[in-house]
């Protein structure tokens, strides 16, 4: 099982860190608000523990649940305390009517973090295709992206802790294509699925 600290403290953290536990992973919660960080890891449980911000976490696997635009500060602040961990960016950094990305450029919220992030670190792009309720209630297909073999392999063995199907989509250059895959799951919820209990997956045909 895999060791994983959370950065953040809100929604999605609780519902990962739910399947985390029940995988039988170890669980560390940091947030700039302690006591957030406490009453999370008490509510997960299974020997959740709650780290102090800016700590040098204990997670093998560095998840940043956080909104997009206060990644690539976090992992800035954390700065070298982050050396040797994989740090797993899941944020959509939306345009303001859900239609588009944030940012202009073909770059990512995890290639920004790739930037600023210690040259050990090694950083992928996870999660961001699925909607919460989705990964609280269904069993979805988890796309990544990352540069490191090695901590590509170590992701989906967690991902698969959670009994979720991990799929890898390539280099972390992917990741800005995953941003545009979680544009296009807003543009399915509001138009032609017209609800959000779906996800976007992989179907194999065999001939």
């Known amino acids: 099982m895999s060791s ?3 950065i953040g403290a809100g929604n999605m953290a609780r519902t990962i860190g739910t399947l985390a536990v029940a995988g ?3 669980v560390e919660i940091m947030a700039r608000d302690q006591v957030k960080a406490e009453v999370l890891a008490k509510t997960l449980g299974g020997g959740t523990t709650a ?16 909104l997009y635009a206060g990644v690539v500060p976090a992992v800035e602040q954390y700065g070298d305390a982050l050396a040797g961990k994989t740090i797993v960016d899941i944020s959509n950094p939306f345009n303001a ?3 588009g990305l944030a940012h202009s450029e073909e770059t990512s919220i995890a290639q920004e973090v790739a930037k600023v992030a210690p040259a050990s670190a090694s950083v992928m792009k996870a999660f961001n ?5 989705v990964l609280e209630n269904g069993r979805p297909n988890v796309f990544f992206a990352g540069d490191n073999a090695r901590a590509k392999a170590d992701v989906a063995e967690f991902i698969e802790s959670l009994r979720l199907r ?3 989509v390539g280099g972390l250059k992917m990741a800005h294509w995953l941003e545009g895959m979680g544009v296009v799951t807003m543009g399915l919820a509001g138009n032609g699925v017209g609800h959000w209990d779906f996800a976007l997956g992989v179907d194999e045909i065999n001939s």
Do not use: E, M, S
């Not at 102090?52 to 956080?66: E, F, N, R, S």
């Open 4 to 6: 994983i600290t959370f």
């Open 166 to 168: 991990p799929l890898d």
């Open 97 to 99: 009517t859900f239609d």
């Open 129 to 133: 295709t699925i909607f919460r309720n």
């Open 51 to 66: 780290g102090k911000w800016g700590a040098v976490p204990a997670g093998d696997i560095v998840i940043t649940a956080l």
């Open 24 to 26: 039988g992973n170890t």
